[in-house]
């Protein structure tokens, strides 16, 4: 059964500690993102990856850093210094870009503590 | 710079009434739409795309690229269609999505 699993599914985190959060896929696909969702302002764009071993920024990079060793796999790191990391996150993968629609996980959400 | 600006957070219409979401767009190139649907306790999914010209759960959505247009439309709605709708943008390098902040639709029996 194909598709793209995000875990943990919650996360809680103290103060100063990093977390990394996992998104693997089986469909595929060239292209994997990570996006943050906050009430009211949407989904704002982390990091995309559109390549193995290539990644960019997105529109709030700071305080994130990810990693594309393999296809299947793009995992998010949320570092100490990301000053507000409270917030529900979303991957998505598509095969060669948005034009054929994105897949999505069903997200983790990550808590400070 | 690309942006999509949804203006309502909350439509509220009962159940066979005419819907509306409205969506807007800046961006100075070629831009692809599309329109995202999240259902309680479901995954985000993407509901149409305005290069498909199709139409899903009897929804349409046109772009108006006159006034930077791409609003979601159903004749009827239906209490099924309650939902979170988010409206995105892809740039002529087609690399990424821009998603607007999302209208909560809620329709009343």
């Known amino acids: 059964d194909g598709g793209i699993t995000q875990s943990p599914k919650y996360l809680f985190r103290k103060e100063g500690q990093n977390v990394t959060l996992s998104c693997e896929q089986n469909?595929?696909?060239?292209?994997m993102y990570w996006y943050r969702q906050d009430p009211g302002q949407g989904l704002r764009l982390i990091y995309y990856s559109q390549i193995v071993n290539d990644f960019q920024k997105g529109d709030i990079a700071e305080g994130y850093s990810v990693s594309r060793e393999k296809k299947e796999s793009f995992p998010l790191t949320v570092t100490s210094a990301q000053k507000n990391p409270t917030a529900f996150y979303l991957c998505a993968s598509s095969k060669g870009g948005p034009s054929r629609g994105y897949t999505f996980g069903s997200g983790t959400r990550l808590t400070v503590v | 710079a690309q942006r999509v600006t949804q203006p309502e957070k909350l439509l509220s219409v009962f159940k066979g009434a005419p819907v509306e979401l409205k969506c807007n767009y800046s961006y100075s190139g070629s831009p692809e739409l599309f329109w995202y649907v999240q259902y309680s306790r479901q995954r985000l999914q993407l509901l149409l795309r305005h290069i498909s010209r199709e139409s899903i759960k009897g929804f349409t959505a046109d772009l108006n690229k006159g006034e930077t247009s791409f609003h979601l439309k159903k004749p009827f709605a239906q209490e099924e269609d309650s939902a979170m709708y988010y409206c995105?943008?892809?740039?002529?390098?087609?690399?990424?999505?821009?998603f607007g902040a999302g209208t909560i639709l809620r329709v009343k029996s």
């Open positions: 469909l595929n696909h060239d292209a």
């Open positions: 995105a943008l892809s740039g002529e390098y087609g690399n990424k999505l821009v």
